[in-house]
């Protein structure tokens, strides 16, 4: 079983990403579960969600203490919610970020943030970056086929916002590196 | 016969749930929208909106007036359904009673959370066990699967004549609400057959009546005494729907379940979504030696007092984890085990534990059962 930590900002799309990693999952045939996390959230306070991902039945329903993988959203996060703390020791960390800053050993990053703008998903001067943050990290830990992930974004949006959605999927594996 | 064609999804709890009532077909509803069930309301509303779900879908100002208009509409002869949580499901406590006192077939999912003060939207069990004395079946899932489950069979167990209760349908909020999980969906055709359209009235329009009239104290009684055997029949019929249900899916359920009780010195005792969990519990303690078992109950009311009764009397300790507290008393399934097992030499330990949404993670229920097995739990823990 893997357990992955998704951290973002109220908008960004960040329980809908955990939804859409599970339903990859789930598609592959696979046993998923994704927990949101709600308190008092508006569009841009910090917002959580948790992903489980096994071969067999996941009979948990506690919180993610140590995941194998922590997505984050807003590299701001990093020193508002400490992110990284429990990760795993092989864990991966994989962030949106402009600039190959390392956090962690394991670190990935992309500018989700430039791929979001420059096919036009924002929504009220918010860029979404959830599609081009769930291409990276199936990239980075191998978790689900790409193409189940973008069967479950065309499944969840229909028509044109689901190709560009599968598009942001697309350039995210594609452009996620590792810093070092 | 087991069903082939199954759809295999990944859905929310709450969108599950409006799934099942979608394919029971009930004729009227009225929910009126509450925190961590909203997101129900608003996939049911869609399914009448499109036409998928053919029902009136009262708009009501309250979730006294939500009850209050099913309530009505059941007793006019239409399948009906309503949901609620905490503070709402406190508002219609007046209509709940109602409901159960007059055996109108309804079915209500409660979305479990905890009630104020302090103001809470997270998850506990003292809005559902507040509602046991009120005459309405109760029965309490564990995944998101259970509450798809559960909730189709909740028709069926209403509507048989020889129960005729009002059921509630519990399960936590957002641990199952909010959490997508992988669900077999059943084909309309299949549910269609399980419950098939509800064919009786409660009123002959023909040959009209008042209902919910003053009694005498000799009817008064009559009428609870009647509830009573009802809500005692009901537990061979819950068990034989899912029974049926089981031939159907392979999904075997019933009053209780058990986890490795066969040959358990002890026992942890749940209900709800850390049922799973606890799961978790018992396996890392038999791998350590300790021969423990999970005794989780699915229906709260009627309250499975002997089939807890015969578990319990096979073990040498029980402890019984609480999401709710009976204030001056102890835990609230803590104390249903404790009255089921009277007469047992067996030690019955009351945790508790999960109010207003506290994460319960399978070591700290690990820890409680290795104090058990060393003698060492008090009568009354609570995990803060």
């Given at each position: 079983m893997l357990e992955i930590s998704l951290k973002g900002r109220g908008g960004q799309g960040v329980v809908t990403a955990g939804e859409l990693l599970a339903k990859g999952a789930i598609i592959e045939g696979l046993f998923a579960q994704s927990v949101p996390f709600f308190g008092g959230e508006r569009r841009g306070a910090p917002v959580s969600s948790e992903v489980r991902v096994s071969d067999s039945p996941i009979p948990l329903h506690r919180r993610v203490y140590n995941p194998d993988m922590v997505a984050v959203f807003d590299p701001s996060l990093m020193e508002i919610l400490r992110p990284l703390e429990g990760i795993k020791n092989d864990g991966i960390l994989v962030i949106n970020s402009n600039s190959p800053k390392s956090y962690w050993k394991n670190t990935y990053f992309l500018d989700a943030t430039a791929i979001a703008m420059s096919i036009g998903l924002t929504i009220g001067g918010w860029s979404v970056v959830n599609t081009a943050m769930l291409g990276a990290m199936v990239k980075v830990s191998r978790i689900v086929d790409v193409n189940a992930i973008e069967d479950a974004v065309k499944e969840e949006f229909p028509g044109k916002l689901g190709e560009i959605n599968a598009e942001a999927v697309e350039m995210g594996y594609k452009e996620v590196s590792l810093v070092g | 016969m087991q069903v082939e064609s199954k759809v295999i999804k990944g859905l929310v709890g709450n969108h599950a749930v409006a799934y099942a009532v979608k394919q029971a077909k009930p004729q009227v509803l009225a929910v009126y929208p509450i925190t961590p069930q909203t997101t129900m309301l608003e996939k049911l509303s869609e399914y009448v909106e499109s036409g998928e779900l053919k029902a009136k879908m009262i708009r009501v100002e309250s979730e006294h007036s939500a009850l209050a208009a099913v309530y009505g509409a059941a007793l006019a002869g239409s399948r009906v359904f309503t949901a609620t949580a905490s503070q709402g499901l406190l508002y219609m406590t007046e209509m709940i009673y109602w409901a159960g006192g007059q055996r109108v077939p309804i079915v209500a999912a409660v979305a479990t959370r905890a009630i104020a003060s302090p103001w809470s939207i997270l998850d506990d069990h003292h809005d559902f066990v507040s509602?046991?004395?009120?005459?309405w079946i109760q029965l309490m899932a564990e995944n998101v699967q259970e509450a798809y489950d559960l909730t189709i069979q909740a028709f069926k167990i209403s509507e048989d004549k020889r129960v005729l209760l009002p059921v509630m349908m519990g399960f936590d909020g957002f641990i199952l609400t909010h959490t997508l999980e992988k669900v077999e969906l059943l084909p309309d055709n299949v549910v269609d057959a399980f419950i098939p359209p509800r064919d009786f009235n409660l009123i002959d329009f023909s040959d009209p009546l008042g209902i919910g009239q003053v009694a005498s104290p000799e009817d008064y009684i009559y009428y609870r005494y009647e509830a009573q055997r009802s809500m005692e029949r009901s537990r061979e019929v819950i068990t034989e729907v899912e029974r049926d249900y089981e031939d159907i899916t392979g999904r075997k359920y019933g009053l209780i379940d058990c986890y490795m009780c066969d040959d358990a010195e002890y026992i942890i005792v749940s209900m709800g979504a850390w049922s799973g969990d606890a799961r978790v519990a018992v396996q890392k303690e038999r791998e350590k030696g300790i021969r423990a078992g999970l005794l989780k109950v699915r229906?709260?009311?009627?309250?499975p007092k002997d089939e807890v009764k015969q578990i319990v009397g096979k073990s040498r300790g029980v402890v019984v984890f609480d999401r709710s507290v009976s204030y001056g008393s102890g835990g609230v399934l803590a104390n249903e085990v404790k009255s089921a097992s009277y007469g047992l030499d067996v030690p019955i330990h009351s945790v508790i534990a999960g109010l207003g949404g506290k994460d319960v993670r399978p070591l700290h229920m690990e820890k409680v059962l290795d104090d058990l097995a060393l003698n060492q739990l008090e009568d009354e823990r609570w995990l803060l």
């Open positions: - | 509602k046991r004395d009120a005459i229906t709260f009311r009627p309250f």
